[in-house]
T-cell receptor, first 114, second 113 residues
Framework: DAGITQSPRHKVTETGTPVTLRCHQT?????MYWYRQDPGHGLRLIHY???????DKGEVSDGYSVSRSKTEDFLLTLESATSSQTSVYFC?????????????FGAGTRLSVL | GQQLNQSPQSMFIQEGEDVSMNCTSS?????WLWYKQDPGEGPVLLIA?????ELTSNGRLTAQFGITRKDSFLNISASIPSDVGIYFC?????????????FGKGITLSVRP
């Protein structure tokens, strides 16, 4: 298994509260990604990082921010959680995002916003 | 944006049967990946393909990179109950240093004992 740890694995929160999800890797891979998975939509990219302090938006970035202060950690923050952000969130890592963009996934965080 | 099409959404087969699934796109892709996801877990890479026409096997699984570069196929032979799960295809388009994987919506496979 790729050394990816997501925390927490499950979280229930209330609308309007801030939430931070953590992804930690032990592979020293340059690229890290945050996806959300919802029924009928598959995996959708929220944000990604191509190095320390280097991040960019994905297709569903509204309402989310990210930070990467160390190679091994990529944080996803919901500034003010909404019910539409109830989802399963996956972190992925990749050594190379060009010709061989093989992404390895964490086990996921199931977030419920009430 | 680019989309990958996987259909049907669900497949039901008998244990021991072979099953084939495909993934199609209107755009050319440089890399094709096939993942499997078990309930409550993250997707796990099954097979990676990098060249048009490439045929790669992983145990009972065989995948092919379509000649047109717009499709890929996954075949599972002699299915067993643990093959149950969601099978996703993913593709990497040819353009841009920051090009990203596009995922299909997945096919849920059920295997009857």
């Amino acid at each position: 298994d790729a050394g990816i740890t997501q925390s927490p694995r499950h979280k229930v929160t209330e609308t309007g509260t801030p939430v931070t999800l953590r992804c930690h890797q032990t592979e020293n891979h340059r690229y890290m990604y945050w996806y959300r998975q919802d029924p009928g939509h598959g995996l959708r990219l929220i944000h990604y990082s191509y190095g320390v302090k280097d991040t960019d938006k994905g297709e569903v970035s509204d309402g989310y921010s990210v930070s990467r202060s160390k190679t091994e950690d990529f944080l996803l923050t919901l500034e003010s959680a909404t019910s539409s952000q109830t989802s399963v969130y996956f972190c992925a890592i990749s050594e190379d995002n060009l010709a061989k963009n093989i992404q390895y996934f964490g086990a996921g965080t199931r977030l419920s916003v009430l | 944006g680019q989309q990958l099409n996987q259909s049907p959404q669900s497949m039901f087969i008998q244990e021991g049967e072979d099953v084939s699934m495909n993934c199609t796109s209107s755009s050319i892709f440089n890399t094709w990946l096939w993942y499997k996801q078990d309930p409550g877990e993250g997707p796990v890479l099954l097979i990676a393909l990098y060249k048009a026409g490439e045929l790669t096997s992983n145990g009972r699984l065989t995948a092919q990179f379509g000649i047109t570069r717009k499709d890929s196929f996954l075949n599972i032979s002699a299915s067993i109950p643990s093959d149950v799960g969601i099978y996703f295809c993913a593709g990497q388009p040819t353009t841009g240093a920051n090009s990203k994987l596009t995922f299909g919506k997945g096919i849920t496979l059920s295997v009857r004992p």
